[in-house]
């Protein structure tokens, strides 16, 4: 059984602090990895993809993959209000699928 | 506007009543997907067509029946609605830089 793990939160930080969100996987395998953030009520949307070891930025998110411990990260820099959701890791192995974790429930504090 | 287009995005059947999710996306994309989406279980595939006229189970697959009417339209039938039904259903496709989901539909089963 392939797994992706998240701490389910919620995770409160204050507005303008750093924002730190992990993951697990189980698959050694897999090959690409994604951030998706969900407002209640609302679809799930690409934040973040990341392909490589290293780090990856794009505005106020950073995502840090590192494939020998198994492990991907999502930091959120200047943290806002608008920034509350939750963030869902996914994995992608060979097939076109994803695996999803649980996700994380963000929450931003002004 | 280019996307992902599900109806209903609410629906509330009596047990053992039948219904079609319908799902259409103009992306152009070979694979489409369903997913339900229940609090503290995160996404759980339930079908998956890789391109048009090809169906495969995912994780959760039993009560459900899947048509991949051509590449635009990906439907999802409950043939025999149960409570255990009663979820958030999100239809996504997979493109270059991960999925695109559709808006969901909640559907309570009484």
């Known amino acids: 059984q392939k797994e992706v793990e998240q701490n389910s939160g919620p995770l409160s930080v204050p507005e303008g602090a750093i924002a730190s969100l992990n993951c697990t996987y189980s698959?050694?395998?897999?090959?690409?990895f994604f951030w998706y953030r969900q407002y209640s009520g609302k679809s799930p949307e690409l934040i973040m993809s990341?392909?490589?070891?290293g780090d990856k930025e794009d505005g106020r998110f950073t995502a840090q993959l590192n494939k020998a411990s198994q492990y991907v990260s999502l930091l959120i820099r200047d943290s806002q209000p608008s920034d509350s959701a939750t963030y869902l890791c996914?994995?992608?192995?060979?097939?076109?699928?994803?695996?999803f974790g649980g996700g994380t429930r963000l929450m931003v504090k002004p | 506007n280019a996307g992902v287009t599900q109806t209903p995005k609410f629906q509330v059947l009596k047990t053992g009543q039948s219904m079609t999710l319908q799902c259409a996306q103009d992306m152009n994309h070979n694979s489409m997907y369903w997913y339900r989406q229940d609090p503290g279980m995160g996404l759980r595939l339930i079908y998956y067509?890789?391109?048009?006229?090809?169906?495969d189970k995912g994780e959760v697959p039993n009560g459900y029946n899947v048509s991949r009417l051509n590449k635009r339209e990906f439907s999802l039938r409950l043939e025999s609605a149960a409570p255990s039904q009663t979820s958030v259903y999100f239809c996504?496709?997979?493109?270059?830089?991960?999925?695109?989901f559709g808006s969901g539909t909640r559907l309570t089963v009484v």
């Open positions: 996914a994995v992608k192995e060979w097939s076109n699928m994803l695996t």
């Open positions: 067509s890789a391109s048009e006229g090809t169906t």
């Open positions: 698959d050694r395998g897999s090959q690409s």
């Open positions: 996504a496709t997979l493109g270059d830089y991960g999925y695109t």
């Open positions: 990341i392909y490589s070891n």
